[in-house]
């Protein structure tokens, strides 16, 4: 069965710290995508990766960067140098591949709340 | 780039009255959205694909009679939550893709429905 675990209900860091969220994710398929979110207390959510399960280089985007290990069925988040605008809830979840003409699903964590203090 | 809308972002309605919260794909067609609903401090929750052209398919637990989805055209899904009470307030938002692997997957900006 799919399940994606986000272990952390709450990180509460000083900004300006480094702060990794896990993500945990259980699936039989080979192929399969994982995605991460962001949603500000706004609500909205606000895409931030897609990764492909043959893509598993570490990917880097300005103060965000994503560990991705199949061998740990791990794609982590990992901000640097963290500010209050980063205060929100994260959600990282599992697409896994279907037919062409299948309807496409997201299987979602619980989310991390992530709070960055000044 | 492509955007999903939602309208309204914000509904205070009477309980049992009914209320519609539309979903738009701005740019791009689109055969099947989804319906979520996020319970506070709680993760998303899928309620619902919209298929344009034919009835919706429901998730477990989801009364579809309470929860009508309407995907008329290949841009526009509704989900009209009918006779409303106060536990059906919620986030409820919707999710689109222009292509059928579902691999850019856009979300609406989620409507904020409040029954009192």
């Known amino acids: 069965a799919q399940k994606v675990t986000q272990a952390q209900t709450e990180i509460s860091v000083v900004e300006k710290e480094d702060v990794t969220l896990d993500c945990v994710y259980e699936?039989?398929?080979?192929?399969?995508?994982l995605f991460w979110y962001k949603q500000p207390p706004s609500g909205e959510l606000v895409f931030l990766i897609r990764?492909?399960?043959?893509d598993e280089q570490n990917e880097i985007s300005g103060r965000y960067s994503w560990n991705f290990q199949k061998s740990t069925s791990s794609f982590n988040f990992t901000i640097t140098a963290s500010q209050v605008v980063d205060s929100a809830v994260y959600f990282c979840?599992?697409?896994?591949?279907?037919?062409?003409?299948?309807?496409?699903?997201?299987?979602w964590g619980a989310g991390t709340k992530l709070i960055i203090k000044p | 780039g492509a955007v999903v809308s939602q309208h309204p972002s914000r509904v205070i309605c009477k309980s049992g009255t009914s209320v519609k919260i539309e979903c738009r794909s701005l740019?791009?067609?689109?055969?099947?959205m989804f319906w979520y609903r996020q319970f506070p401090k709680q993760s998303l929750m899928l309620m619902a694909t919209?298929?344009?052209?034919?009835?919706?398919?429901?998730e477990q637990g989801v009364e579809k009679d309470k929860f009508l989805i309407n995907h008329a055209s290949l841009t526009l899904s509704t989900l009209t939550v009918t006779s409303a009470h106060p536990e059906d307030s919620s986030f409820y938002i919707c999710?689109?893709?222009?292509?059928?692997?579902?691999?850019?997957?856009?979300f609406g900006e989620g409507s904020w429905l409040t029954v009192v």
């Open positions: 999710s689109a893709s222009p292509d059928i692997s579902g691999n850019t997957i856009y």
């Open positions: 740019d791009f067609q689109a055969t099947t």
């Open positions: 919209s298929n344009e052209g034919s009835k919706a398919t429901y």
């Open positions: 699936t039989r398929d080979t192929t399969y995508y």
């Open positions: 990764r492909n399960s043959f």
């Open positions: 979840a599992l697409s896994e591949a279907q037919a062409v003409d299948s309807n496409y699903q997201l299987i």
